[in-house]
């Protein structure tokens, strides 16, 4: 199984995100994401930040809301 490395880091946001899921992989031109957490998705939006993490550079994505799911 090959792992992606992350280019990400999620900033903000639920505290009960642990740290190893702050660390995503992304396309390039992705300029948002959005992670399903129970029952609700986490919304994280690009900034033009980025950090160093473990020698790798990663660009920042900022908490920007939550929205529940449909049942």
């Known amino acids: 199984m090959t792992t992606t490395p992350p280019n990400a880091l999620l ?3 639920p505290v009960h995100l642990a740290d190893e899921e702050r660390t995503q992989h992304v396309t390039e031109e992705q300029s948002y994401l959005k992670l399903l957490m129970g029952n609700a998705y986490e919304h994280f939006r690009a900034t033009q930040e980025t950090v160093t993490w473990r020698g ?3 660009r920042v994505f900022d908490w920007e809301r ?3 799911v449909a049942e």
Do not use: A, I, K
């Open 66 to 68: 939550r929205t529940y």
């Open 11 to 13: 900033r903000g946001g």
């Open 56 to 58: 790798s550079t990663l």
